[in-house]
């Protein structure tokens, strides 16, 4: 049976990775918490082929609110970046509903 969670798949013994990580979720995780410059000689050159699909726009963060906004999303399961996101776009449809409407 396979898995629909792209987050849960194995990674495959062909992928090297720094995080020795069993699975992509942890791969995540371990990156969330160290930073790729500690590990830059362990890095090798790659070519991608990237196709993005969405516009990024960055916004000051209050230091206390960013710590906050981290460890909520890691309760969570998710990157911070995607929980912000998913909040705002909360706020928008409450806003867009107006007073009274929902």
Do not use: C
């Not at 898995?3 to 979720?25: P, Q």
């Amino acid at each position: 049976m396979k898995k629909s969670n792209d987050n849960k798949r194995r990674v495959t013994r062909r992928k090297s990775s720094v995080s020795e990580a069993r699975t992509y979720a942890e791969i995540g995780d371990f990156w969330d918490e160290h930073e790729l410059s500690d590990y830059w000689d362990a890095t090798r050159p790659v070519r991608a082929d990237i196709q993005l699909q969405s516009e990024e726009s960055l916004y000051a963060v209050e230091k206390g609110l960013s710590d906050t906004i981290r460890r909520a999303a890691k309760e969570r399961g998710v990157s911070p970046h995607t929980l912000i996101n998913l909040w705002l776009q909360e706020k928008v449809q409450k806003l867009k509903l107006g007073p009274g409407r929902g």
